[in-house]
């Protein structure tokens, strides 16, 4: 889907390869390696995705080191469409039939920014009459894809919202904070 918004596979390779990391600070010749495309190609994309404000870079030695600007105005929506498309959610997406009744998955801060300050932290939420098989074999896919291992909860819909109405910690931390709703109406989320 996002190959026919953005004209360049080149700036989609790129943009995958950063925001599935969004930690990660890498050098030309790496980028060229990992997404196997021209240097050229690569630096002209570079180039505008810098002029976007998407990327940020700076020079230590020889060598151009290229990182995701965080703070860019479009970033979280940028991560959600990546997400969505290559990441965590678009395995979801992908296994949706297998999971059982959906009211939502939330992406949430931790799992965006790839940043757990509490053991406590989660990478995604599941609400709704959830296969757990199902959820455990997406997420098994999934971590190969983010080489990393990914932190899940699972709740029904009356847990939820009983948790959201007695104004839990957990619950509050994920509804109040940065998020990417992959399946389901976000205000209803937050409300």
Known sequence: MIEHIFVSKVRVKILKLFFLDASREIHIRGIVR?????????????????????LTSNRRGNRMYYKINTDCPIYYELSGMIHKEFGLGGKVLENRDGLGDIKYVVLTTAYIEDHHPSPYDIDILFVGNINLKGVATTIKSAEKIVNREIRY?????????????????????????????????????MT
């Not at 990992?34 to 998407?54: D, G, Y």
């Open 153 to 189: 909860t699972v709740m029904t819909t009356e847990e939820f919202e009983f948790r959201k109405k007695k104004r839990d910690s957990f619950v509050e931390n994920i509804v109040n904070k940065h998020k990417i709703m992959v399946i389901g109406d976000e205000n209803q989320f």
């Open 34 to 54: 990992k997404i196997s495309e021209e240097i050229n190609a690569v630096r002209r994309e570079l180039k505008n995705l810098q002029l976007s404000m998407i």
